[in-house]
Antibody
Framework: EVQLVESGGGLIQPGGSLRLSCAAS????????MHWVRQAPGKGLEWVSG????????DYADSVKGRFFISRDNAKKSLYLQMNSLRAEDTALYYC???????????????????WGQGTTVAVSS | DIQMTQSPSSLSASVGDRVTITCRAS??????LNWYQQEPGKAPKLLIY???NLQNGVPSRFRGSGSGTDFTLTITYLQPEDFATYYC?????????FGQGTKLEIK
């Protein structure tokens, strides 16, 4: 069964750091682009960060750039999000997600996020 | 960054109705537009990718259309399990921005 399981969330004071983990199982992890998406309480979805399909490029939302850092360990089939200088507005449920891709003869196309974990909650408060 | 604007932000309908949700991108995303359904307390579920392709296991009453900057999600013959929040998202370029969501409620 294809599965993503997030962990590492918790209550942290403003300015603190947390490292989220996402453990993948049931698929060839290194074949997939992986992303983090968050959802503040009662709010919509916000893409936070992700790797491209080759795993050699990463990007961040402006709201977290310079504070959050994404990484992956293909041998451990895991995705990580190091979150530094946390702010109250970072309070959210953080999801790990796998991106759908379609392999064509000349190019691979990347589409939506087809597999999601259950999320891990981060609360930033004093 | 590409901005995604959904309308309406909420919608009331009855079982058996047909509803349409629209999504507009601030610049062309070609066909790199996805639709998600989110039920309360659950992770989002991919319904439609590449504007009009039904994800595996999604009922055929869900239909996506559009290209460039204007897209629609149509749900025909609404079922009780369809009352949820729907999001569009562009995957043309990072950051992969989402629309603000459309909450579909039972009338």
């Amino acid at each position: 069964e294809v599965q993503l399981v997030e962990s590492g969330g918790g209550l942290i004071q403003p300015g603190g750091s947390l490292r989220l983990s996402c453990a993948a199982s049931g698929f060839s992890f290194d074949d997939y682009a992986m992303h983090w998406v968050r959802q503040a309480p009662g709010k919509g979805l916000e893409w936070v960060s992700g790797f491209n399909g080759n795993g050699d490029s990463k990007d961040y939302a402006d709201s977290v750039k310079g504070r959050f850092f994404i990484s992956r360990d293909n041998a451990k089939k895991s995705l990580y999000l190091q979150m530094n200088s946390l702010r109250a507005e970072d309070t959210a449920l953080y999801y790990c997600a796998r991106q759908l891709h379609v392999i064509m003869p000349k190019y691979t196309y990347y589409y939506g996020l087809s597999v999601w974990g259950q999320g891990t909650t981060v609360a930033v408060s004093s | 960054d590409i901005q995604m604007t959904q309308s309406p932000s909420s919608l009331s309908a009855s079982v058996g109705d047909r509803v349409t949700i629209t999504c507009r991108a601030s610049q062309s995303v070609n066909s790199h537009l996805n639709w998600y359904q989110q039920e309360p307390g659950k992770a989002p579920k991919l319904l439609i990718y590449a504007a009009s392709n039904l994800q595996n296991g999604v009922p055929s009453r869900f239909r996506g259309s559009g290209s460039g900057t204007d897209f629609t999600l149509t749900i025909t013959y609404l079922q009780p399990e369809d009352f949820a929040t729907y999001y569009c998202q562009q995957s043309f370029s990072t950051p992969y921005t989402f629309g603000q969501g459309t909450k579909l409620e039972i009338k």
